[in-house]
T-cell receptor
């Protein structure tokens, strides 16, 4: 079945790069997303990547996709304290608008 | 504010009562989604509307849950005879027809059943 896995926690020092990893099982996944959630708030769309792409860059964010290994990563350059939040990876297939989310990775940025 | 709007943001209700949540999508977004999120978990899909048509429903949407989007604009999610297990955040999202890839979420409606 469809499943998305993420590591639970990541701690980095302010100014360093953060890399959050995600694996998924559905080989028909067409779109892969990264969302950010701050405490008590909804989800903020950070970026998404189409499955025929290997990489997408948007300012401090870089998404890498290894479709063969079904592995997705989000790199945040020059991580700031304001980046502390939970980051969710999600996937959806081409024939469905249902997003399948991982359990989220809590990013803690230390000053 | 042109984002997805949800109301109420917080609701405390007694077990057995009915509750209704409202979602106003981003203007001209034809697609609307409901998700549920419990503590420590990612959101889980509940249902999807294309305009006023409900096209996809999760098995999570039991008989006590009903969602509507009568005029293809705002949507309501009603939970009848609430149970403590219904306590969660209910998230609404919307996306435009032209690019269904960009799915934007609202701030969510927190439900606590006591």
């Amino acid at each position: 079945g469809e499943d998305v896995e993420q590591s639970l926690f990541l701690s980095v020092r302010e100014g360093d790069s953060s890399v959050i990893n995600c694996t998924y099982t559905d080989s028909s996944s067409t779109y892969l997303y990264w969302y950010k959630q701050e405490p008590g708030a909804g989800l903020q769309l950070l970026t998404y990547i189409f499955s025929n792409m290997d990489m997408k860059q948007d300012q401090r964010l870089t998404v890498l996709l290894n479709k063969k290994d079904k592995h997705l990563s989000l790199r945040i350059a020059d991580t700031q304290t304001g980046d502390s939040a939970i980051y969710f990876c999600a996937e959806r297939g081409d024939s469905s608008y249902k997003l399948i989310f991982g359990s989220g990775t809590r990013l803690l940025v230390r000053p | 504010d042109t984002g997805v709007s949800q109301d109420p943001r917080h609701k405390i209700t007694k077990r057995g009562q009915n509750v209704t949540f409202r979602c106003d999508p981003i203007s001209e977004h034809n697609r609307l989604y409901w998700y549920r999120q419990t503590l420590g978990q990612g959101p889980e899909f509940l249902t999807y509307f294309q305009n006023e048509a409900q096209l996809e429903k999760s098995r999570l949407l039991s008989d006590r849950f009903s969602a509507e989007r009568p005029k293809g604009s705002f949507s309501t999610l009603e939970i009848q005879r609430t149970e403590q297990g219904d306590s969660a955040m209910y998230l609404c999202a919307s996306s435009p027809d032209s690019s269904g890839n960009t799915i934007y979420f609202g701030e969510g409606s927190w439900l606590t059943v006591v």
